[in-house]
């Protein structure tokens, strides 16, 4: 079974994947990414049997014939976060006036260029009215490579990103979440492909999953979906 995971989900996956393999004897390989570029894969044609993205993307290839109508299974929600370096000092980005002037003040941010955080990240520089002084500031990280690790080794004062995802990374420290107003919560959504060799083993597997994250997504930066 092969399964397109959104890096948002990945440190809940990666321990549970292995419990399920060697309770079922089940092959499972995972293509991590960002959501928006394993559809892309997706779209060039990779075949896979489950998707992990997010509830819109999952929503949308219901709509296009090409996950199961009815499929769709909400795993978790997850915020935007602000990390530094290890052993520096923590800034304020409780409202938005501060974290407007922790940005100003500092020499450098990291944000992904095609995850969700990194999509919706330059909205809030919109909105707070920074966008054009802080293109100098930005730094994106080649593909592959997790923000909280371009922080880690000095590269960036700030980091931006999904805090699944900043909190596995030696070196860093989370700050906090984005303020309220600001913030963005997404859902990360399993749905089965049209094409899956088995259904009923992704649906096993799916149920699995839903069941066995619950317990790790508060440690993981996560929170249960409302409903899943």
Same mark, same amino acid.
């Given at each position: 079974?092969?399964?397109?995971?959104?890096?948002?989900?990945?440190?809940?996956?990666?321990?549970?994947?292995?419990?399920?393999?060697?309770?079922?004897?089940?092959?499972?390989?995972?293509?991590?990414?960002?959501?928006?570029?394993?559809?892309?894969?997706?779209?060039?044609?990779?075949?896979?049997? +489950?998707?992990?993205?997010?509830?819109?993307?999952?929503?949308?290839?219901?709509?296009?014939?090409?996950?199961?109508?009815?499929?769709?299974?909400?795993?978790?929600?997850?915020?935007?976060?602000?990390?530094?370096?290890?052993?520096?000092?923590?800034?304020?980005?409780?409202?938005?006036?501060? +974290?407007?002037?922790?940005?100003?003040?500092?020499?450098?941010?990291?944000?992904?260029?095609?995850? @969700?955080?990194?999509?919706?990240?330059?909205?809030? +520089?919109?909105?707070?009215?920074?966008?054009?002084? @802080?293109?100098?500031?930005?730094?994106?990280?080649?593909? =592959?490579?997790?923000?909280?690790?371009?922080?880690?080794?000095?590269?960036?004062?700030? =980091?931006?990103?999904?805090?699944?995802?900043?909190?596995?990374?030696?070196?860093?420290?989370?700050?906090?979440?984005?303020?309220?107003?600001?913030?963005?919560?997404?859902?990360?959504?399993?749905?089965?492909?049209?094409?899956?060799?088995?259904?009923?083993?992704?649906?096993?597997?799916?149920?699995?999953?839903?069941?066995?994250?619950?317990?790790?997504?508060?440690?993981?930066?996560?929170?249960?979906?409302?409903?899943?």
């Amino acid at each position: 079974m092969h399964i397109l995971s959104s890096n948002g989900m990945k440190s809940v996956i990666v321990d549970l994947v292995p419990r399920y393999r060697s309770m079922t004897g089940t092959e499972i390989s995972i293509t991590w990414g960002s959501a928006v570029g394993l559809v892309q894969e997706l779209e060039r044609g990779t075949r896979a049997d +489950l998707v992990i993205l997010t509830d819109e993307m999952v929503d949308d290839l219901i709509a296009r014939a090409k996950v199961v109508a009815g499929t769709r299974v909400d795993l978790a929600r997850s915020g935007i976060g602000i990390a530094v370096r290890a052993g520096t000092s923590k800034p304020d980005i409780g409202s938005a006036e501060s +974290l407007k002037a922790t940005l100003l003040a500092a020499r450098s941010v990291a944000h992904s260029r095609s995850g @969700m955080s990194g999509i919706y990240f330059p909205t809030v +520089l919109t909105r707070l009215g920074i966008a054009d002084a @802080m293109k100098s500031r930005i730094v994106i990280p080649e593909p =592959g490579t997790p923000v909280g690790e371009v922080v880690a080794r000095g590269d960036a004062e700030l =980091g931006v990103q999904q805090i699944s995802e900043l909190l596995p990374v030696a070196g860093i420290e989370i700050v906090g979440p984005l303020p309220p107003p600001l913030q963005k919560i997404t859902t990360f959504a399993a749905g089965t492909l049209v094409d899956a060799e088995d259904h009923g083993a992704v649906t096993a597997l799916v149920k699995f999953l839903a069941a066995e994250s619950r317990p790790l997504l508060a440690q993981r930066g996560l929170e249960p979906a409302s409903g899943g």
